[in-house]
Protein backbone atom coordinates (compact mmCIF):
# COMPACT_ATOMS: atom_id res chain seq x y z
CA UNK A 1 0.00 0.00 0.00
CA UNK A 2 1.90 3.16 -0.88
CA UNK A 3 -0.96 5.53 0.54
CA UNK A 4 -4.25 5.77 2.27
CA UNK A 5 -6.58 8.62 2.53
CA UNK A 6 -9.84 8.76 3.88
CA UNK A 7 -12.97 10.43 1.85
CA UNK A 8 -15.84 12.15 4.11
CA UNK A 9 -19.42 11.02 3.10
CA UNK A 10 -20.64 8.35 0.96
CA UNK A 11 -19.81 8.13 -2.97
CA UNK A 12 -19.87 4.78 -5.11
CA UNK A 13 -18.24 7.15 -8.05
CA UNK A 14 -14.92 5.55 -9.26
CA UNK A 15 -11.66 7.89 -8.88
CA UNK A 16 -10.25 8.75 -11.85
CA UNK A 17 -6.49 9.60 -12.70
CA UNK A 18 -5.18 12.74 -14.78
CA UNK A 19 -2.00 14.98 -14.87
CA UNK A 20 -0.53 13.64 -11.56
CA UNK A 21 -4.10 13.80 -9.89
CA UNK A 22 -6.91 11.55 -7.90
CA UNK A 23 -10.00 12.92 -8.54
CA UNK A 24 -13.12 11.94 -6.93
CA UNK A 25 -16.78 12.65 -5.77
CA UNK A 26 -18.57 12.36 -2.67
CA UNK A 27 -21.77 13.55 -1.07
CA UNK A 28 -21.13 14.48 2.77
CA UNK A 29 -24.53 14.97 5.30
CA UNK A 30 -24.99 15.31 9.08
CA UNK A 31 -27.62 12.70 8.07
CA UNK A 32 -25.69 10.29 6.30
CA UNK A 33 -29.35 7.44 5.81
CA UNK A 34 -29.80 4.11 6.49
CA UNK A 35 -27.08 1.42 6.24
CA UNK A 36 -26.57 -0.66 3.12
CA UNK A 37 -27.72 -4.08 3.28
CA UNK A 38 -25.59 -6.48 1.91
CA UNK A 39 -26.30 -8.76 -0.18
CA UNK A 40 -29.36 -9.89 -2.64
CA UNK A 41 -32.81 -9.27 -0.75
CA UNK A 42 -36.72 -8.51 -3.01
CA UNK A 43 -37.91 -6.66 0.39
CA UNK A 44 -38.25 -2.98 0.73
CA UNK A 45 -37.11 -1.95 -2.75
CA UNK A 46 -38.68 1.51 -2.77
CA UNK A 47 -36.35 4.18 -2.65
CA UNK A 48 -36.07 6.44 -0.18
CA UNK A 49 -35.93 10.33 0.86
CA UNK A 50 -32.93 10.95 2.88
CA UNK A 51 -33.75 14.92 4.58
CA UNK A 52 -31.73 17.24 5.47
CA UNK A 53 -28.84 19.61 4.02
CA UNK A 54 -26.10 18.02 2.03
CA UNK A 55 -23.17 18.86 0.28
CA UNK A 56 -21.87 17.13 -3.15
CA UNK A 57 -18.18 17.98 -3.19
CA UNK A 58 -15.21 17.29 -5.68
CA UNK A 59 -12.15 16.23 -4.28
CA UNK A 60 -8.23 15.97 -5.48
CA UNK A 61 -5.60 13.95 -4.28
CA UNK A 62 -1.71 13.92 -5.28
CA UNK A 63 -1.57 10.65 -6.95
CA UNK A 64 1.97 10.00 -6.21
CA UNK A 65 1.57 10.82 -2.02
CA UNK A 66 -2.75 11.14 -1.41
CA UNK A 67 -1.64 14.37 -0.38
CA UNK A 68 -4.98 16.56 -0.50
CA UNK A 69 -4.89 18.98 -2.57
CA UNK A 70 -8.86 20.44 -2.65
CA UNK A 71 -11.59 20.05 -2.06
CA UNK A 72 -14.59 21.56 -3.61
CA UNK A 73 -18.44 21.92 -2.50
CA UNK A 74 -19.95 22.37 -5.80
CA UNK A 75 -23.50 22.35 -4.60
CA UNK A 76 -25.27 22.22 -0.99
CA UNK A 77 -28.60 21.85 -0.09
CA UNK A 78 -31.47 19.09 0.17
CA UNK A 79 -31.88 15.91 -1.67
CA UNK A 80 -34.43 16.46 -4.37
CA UNK A 81 -34.87 13.29 -4.82
CA UNK A 82 -35.35 9.65 -3.50
CA UNK A 83 -32.68 6.57 -4.08
CA UNK A 84 -32.07 3.23 -3.55
CA UNK A 85 -30.97 2.10 -0.11
CA UNK A 86 -27.87 0.83 -1.96
CA UNK A 87 -27.40 3.86 -3.92
CA UNK A 88 -25.72 7.12 -3.09
CA UNK A 89 -25.77 10.72 -4.09
CA UNK A 90 -22.10 10.38 -6.18
CA UNK A 91 -22.58 7.49 -7.59
CA UNK A 92 -21.47 9.16 -10.79
CA UNK A 93 -17.88 8.98 -11.78
CA UNK A 94 -15.93 12.08 -12.66
CA UNK A 95 -13.93 12.34 -16.36
CA UNK A 96 -11.37 14.19 -17.36
CA UNK A 97 -8.95 16.18 -19.40
CA UNK A 98 -6.09 17.99 -19.34
CA UNK A 99 -7.76 20.87 -18.51
CA UNK A 100 -10.90 19.82 -16.78
CA UNK A 101 -12.98 17.57 -14.59
CA UNK A 102 -16.51 17.06 -14.66
CA UNK A 103 -18.19 15.95 -11.82
CA UNK A 104 -22.02 15.27 -12.24
CA UNK A 105 -24.63 14.13 -9.52
CA UNK A 106 -27.56 13.00 -10.95
CA UNK A 107 -30.97 14.47 -9.70
CA UNK A 108 -28.55 17.69 -8.48
CA UNK A 109 -26.27 19.17 -10.85
CA UNK A 110 -23.45 18.58 -13.26
CA UNK A 111 -19.57 20.80 -12.85
CA UNK A 112 -16.62 21.81 -14.31
CA UNK A 113 -13.61 22.60 -12.60
CA UNK A 114 -10.10 23.28 -13.06
CA UNK A 115 -7.12 21.43 -11.85
CA UNK A 116 -7.05 23.94 -9.14
CA UNK A 117 -10.39 23.34 -8.10
CA UNK A 118 -12.01 26.36 -9.67
CA UNK A 119 -15.69 26.06 -10.78
CA UNK A 120 -15.49 27.16 -14.23
CA UNK A 121 -19.59 26.00 -15.08
CA UNK A 122 -22.22 24.50 -13.56
CA UNK A 123 -25.81 24.42 -13.54
CA UNK A 124 -28.87 22.18 -11.92
CA UNK A 125 -30.18 19.15 -13.78
CA UNK A 126 -34.16 18.48 -14.13
CA UNK A 127 -35.14 15.62 -11.34
CA UNK A 128 -36.67 12.60 -12.88
CA UNK A 129 -38.36 9.87 -11.39
CA UNK A 130 -36.74 6.55 -11.91
CA UNK A 131 -37.91 3.47 -11.50
CA UNK A 132 -39.01 1.93 -8.23
CA UNK A 133 -37.29 5.47 -7.07
CA UNK A 134 -33.94 4.07 -7.51
CA UNK A 135 -31.86 7.24 -8.12
CA UNK A 136 -29.54 7.78 -11.19
CA UNK A 137 -26.09 6.28 -11.45
CA UNK A 138 -24.61 6.80 -15.41
CA UNK A 139 -21.51 8.65 -15.30
CA UNK A 140 -20.40 11.52 -18.00
CA UNK A 141 -18.36 10.47 -20.50
CA UNK A 142 -15.50 12.84 -22.09
CA UNK A 143 -14.46 12.99 -25.69
CA UNK A 144 -12.34 15.65 -27.62
CA UNK A 145 -14.02 18.42 -25.74
CA UNK A 146 -17.53 16.98 -25.50
CA UNK A 147 -19.33 15.70 -22.79
CA UNK A 148 -21.53 13.17 -23.41
CA UNK A 149 -24.68 11.99 -20.68
CA UNK A 150 -26.84 9.06 -21.08
CA UNK A 151 -30.00 10.10 -18.93
CA UNK A 152 -33.02 7.80 -19.30
CA UNK A 153 -36.34 7.85 -16.68
CA UNK A 154 -39.22 7.15 -16.15
CA UNK A 155 -40.70 10.53 -17.29
CA UNK A 156 -38.21 11.62 -20.21
CA UNK A 157 -34.98 10.13 -21.33
CA UNK A 158 -32.23 11.45 -23.63
CA UNK A 159 -28.57 11.49 -24.94
CA UNK A 160 -27.19 14.95 -24.43
CA UNK A 161 -24.11 16.52 -25.66
CA UNK A 162 -22.54 19.25 -23.85
CA UNK A 163 -19.56 21.66 -24.40
CA UNK A 164 -16.93 20.56 -21.98
CA UNK A 165 -15.15 24.34 -22.50
CA UNK A 166 -18.89 26.09 -21.59
CA UNK A 167 -21.22 24.32 -20.42
CA UNK A 168 -23.45 24.90 -23.48
CA UNK A 169 -25.47 22.68 -25.02
CA UNK A 170 -24.55 20.89 -28.24
CA UNK A 171 -27.41 18.64 -29.11
CA UNK A 172 -30.00 16.70 -27.40
CA UNK A 173 -32.16 13.84 -28.79
CA UNK A 174 -35.08 12.12 -26.29
CA UNK A 175 -35.04 8.62 -26.52
CA UNK A 176 -38.14 6.10 -26.28
CA UNK A 177 -36.64 4.33 -23.09
CA UNK A 178 -37.51 4.33 -19.66
CA UNK A 179 -35.04 3.68 -16.69
CA UNK A 180 -31.32 2.86 -17.14
CA UNK A 181 -28.42 3.20 -15.48
CA UNK A 182 -25.95 2.50 -17.70
CA UNK A 183 -22.73 5.14 -18.92
CA UNK A 184 -22.51 5.25 -22.38
CA UNK A 185 -19.28 4.77 -24.31
CA UNK A 186 -16.95 6.23 -26.69
CA UNK A 187 -16.30 3.39 -29.66
CA UNK A 188 -13.66 4.79 -31.96
CA UNK A 189 -12.61 2.43 -34.79
CA UNK A 190 -11.22 3.13 -38.60
CA UNK A 191 -14.75 3.64 -39.68
CA UNK A 192 -15.86 6.48 -37.25
CA UNK A 193 -16.74 7.83 -33.88
CA UNK A 194 -19.81 6.13 -32.11
CA UNK A 195 -21.25 7.31 -28.90
CA UNK A 196 -23.39 3.90 -28.01
CA UNK A 197 -25.52 3.91 -25.26
CA UNK A 198 -27.01 0.78 -23.39
CA UNK A 199 -30.26 0.52 -22.76
CA UNK A 200 -33.27 -2.32 -21.60
CA UNK A 201 -35.58 -1.19 -24.62
CA UNK A 202 -32.53 -1.12 -27.14
CA UNK A 203 -28.75 -0.37 -27.35
CA UNK A 204 -28.74 2.39 -29.54
CA UNK A 205 -25.30 3.94 -31.42
CA UNK A 206 -25.14 8.09 -32.42
CA UNK A 207 -22.40 9.90 -34.41
CA UNK A 208 -20.88 12.95 -32.71
CA UNK A 209 -23.85 14.97 -34.27
CA UNK A 210 -26.28 12.72 -32.20
CA UNK A 211 -27.76 11.12 -35.77
CA UNK A 212 -28.81 7.42 -34.49
CA UNK A 213 -26.81 5.04 -36.32
CA UNK A 214 -28.22 1.56 -34.96
CA UNK A 215 -30.54 0.11 -32.63
CA UNK A 216 -30.17 -3.37 -30.82
CA UNK A 217 -33.15 -4.99 -28.77
CA UNK A 218 -32.87 -8.17 -26.90
CA UNK A 219 -31.47 -6.80 -23.45
CA UNK A 220 -32.15 -7.94 -19.64
CA UNK A 221 -35.01 -5.82 -18.17
CA UNK A 222 -32.14 -3.90 -15.90
CA UNK A 223 -29.60 -2.44 -18.05
CA UNK A 224 -26.07 -1.20 -16.21
CA UNK A 225 -22.91 -2.44 -17.58
CA UNK A 226 -20.73 0.07 -19.99
CA UNK A 227 -20.21 -1.40 -22.89
CA UNK A 228 -16.43 -2.24 -23.90
CA UNK A 229 -14.47 -2.43 -27.48
CA UNK A 230 -11.58 -3.72 -28.85
CA UNK A 231 -9.91 -5.53 -31.68
CA UNK A 232 -9.92 -9.13 -31.93
CA UNK A 233 -7.61 -11.33 -34.44
CA UNK A 234 -7.15 -7.52 -36.42
CA UNK A 235 -11.26 -6.62 -36.37
CA UNK A 236 -12.72 -4.26 -34.23
CA UNK A 237 -15.73 -5.09 -32.28
CA UNK A 238 -17.61 -3.92 -29.81
CA UNK A 239 -19.25 -5.85 -27.04
CA UNK A 240 -22.68 -4.68 -24.77
CA UNK A 241 -24.24 -6.76 -22.34
CA UNK A 242 -26.79 -6.87 -19.44
CA UNK A 243 -27.89 -9.55 -16.93
CA UNK A 244 -30.10 -8.83 -14.41
CA UNK A 245 -30.66 -11.64 -12.11
CA UNK A 246 -34.11 -12.29 -11.91
CA UNK A 247 -33.96 -12.24 -15.88
CA UNK A 248 -33.51 -15.33 -17.69
CA UNK A 249 -32.00 -12.97 -20.42
CA UNK A 250 -28.45 -12.45 -19.78
CA UNK A 251 -27.01 -11.46 -23.11
CA UNK A 252 -23.83 -10.87 -24.07
CA UNK A 253 -23.39 -8.96 -27.53
CA UNK A 254 -19.94 -8.85 -29.82
CA UNK A 255 -20.97 -6.05 -32.51
CA UNK A 256 -18.82 -5.17 -35.76
CA UNK A 257 -18.45 -1.66 -36.76
CA UNK A 258 -20.15 -0.20 -40.18
CA UNK A 259 -24.27 -1.35 -38.32
CA UNK A 260 -26.99 0.95 -39.34
CA UNK A 261 -30.70 0.08 -38.84
CA UNK A 262 -32.12 -2.44 -36.53
CA UNK A 263 -29.98 -5.13 -36.12
CA UNK A 264 -31.71 -6.63 -33.50
CA UNK A 265 -31.14 -10.54 -33.99
CA UNK A 266 -34.21 -12.66 -35.10
CA UNK A 267 -36.06 -15.66 -32.79
CA UNK A 268 -33.39 -18.68 -33.15
CA UNK A 269 -30.89 -15.95 -34.46
CA UNK A 270 -26.94 -15.60 -32.59
CA UNK A 271 -25.28 -13.95 -35.35
CA UNK A 272 -26.34 -11.31 -38.43
CA UNK A 273 -24.52 -9.48 -40.75
CA UNK A 274 -23.94 -7.22 -38.14
CA UNK A 275 -24.01 -9.05 -34.76
CA UNK A 276 -20.66 -11.39 -34.72
CA UNK A 277 -22.06 -13.25 -31.95
CA UNK A 278 -24.47 -13.84 -28.94
CA UNK A 279 -24.42 -15.60 -25.56
CA UNK A 280 -27.20 -15.68 -24.01
CA UNK A 281 -26.04 -16.51 -20.37
CA UNK A 282 -23.00 -14.74 -19.53
CA UNK A 283 -24.07 -11.13 -18.91
CA UNK A 284 -23.34 -9.74 -15.50
CA UNK A 285 -26.11 -7.65 -13.17
CA UNK A 286 -23.89 -4.74 -11.98
CA UNK A 287 -20.24 -5.20 -13.07
CA UNK A 288 -18.79 -4.02 -16.80
CA UNK A 289 -17.08 -6.67 -18.78
CA UNK A 290 -13.41 -6.42 -19.07
CA UNK A 291 -12.07 -7.10 -22.09
CA UNK A 292 -8.10 -8.53 -21.99
CA UNK A 293 -6.65 -9.67 -24.87
CA UNK A 294 -8.61 -11.94 -26.67
CA UNK A 295 -10.72 -12.71 -23.40
CA UNK A 296 -13.63 -10.89 -21.63
CA UNK A 297 -13.97 -12.03 -18.85
CA UNK A 298 -17.46 -10.88 -16.83
CA UNK A 299 -17.82 -10.80 -12.89
CA UNK A 300 -21.13 -11.83 -12.02
CA UNK A 301 -23.14 -12.07 -8.67
CA UNK A 302 -21.86 -14.22 -5.28
CA UNK A 303 -17.86 -14.49 -6.37
CA UNK A 304 -17.95 -16.06 -9.88
CA UNK A 305 -16.31 -15.57 -12.73
CA UNK A 306 -16.62 -16.06 -16.56
CA UNK A 307 -14.63 -15.79 -19.48
CA UNK A 308 -15.33 -15.40 -22.98
CA UNK A 309 -13.34 -16.03 -26.01
CA UNK A 310 -13.85 -12.53 -27.01
CA UNK A 311 -13.63 -13.92 -31.35
CA UNK A 312 -16.90 -16.65 -30.87
CA UNK A 313 -18.46 -15.55 -27.45
CA UNK A 314 -17.80 -19.44 -26.00
CA UNK A 315 -17.15 -19.75 -22.64
CA UNK A 316 -12.90 -20.73 -21.87
CA UNK A 317 -14.22 -20.62 -17.81
CA UNK A 318 -18.28 -20.63 -16.97
CA UNK A 319 -19.16 -18.99 -13.10
CA UNK A 320 -15.83 -19.96 -11.54
CA UNK A 321 -15.68 -19.38 -7.85
CA UNK A 322 -12.90 -16.35 -7.70
CA UNK A 323 -9.89 -17.47 -5.61
CA UNK A 324 -10.26 -21.70 -6.04
Given at each position: ?????????????????????????????????????????????????????????????????????????????????????????ASETPCADAER??????????????????????????????????????????HEGVVYLAMDS??????????????????????????????????????????????????????????LLWELGGMSII??????????????????????????????????????????????????????????????????????????????????????????????????????
Amino acid sequence: VRWRVPVPGRGWSSPVVHSGKVFVTTSTSANPGPEQRKGLYILDLQGKAQPGERSWEVLAFDAATGKSLWRVPVFTGEARSTIHIKNTFASETPCADAERVIAMFGNRGIAALDHAGKVLWQFDLPVRKTEMGWGPAASPVLHEGVVYLAMDSEEESLVWAIDARTGNTIWKRIRNEKSNWATPFVWVHPAGTEIVTAGKGKVRSYDTRGELLWELGGMSIIAIPTPSAGVIDGKPLLFVSSGYVMDVRKPVFAIRPGSRGDITLKLGESSNDYVVWRNGTAGSYHPSPVLAGNRLHVLLDRGYLTTLDAANGKAITDKAPLGK
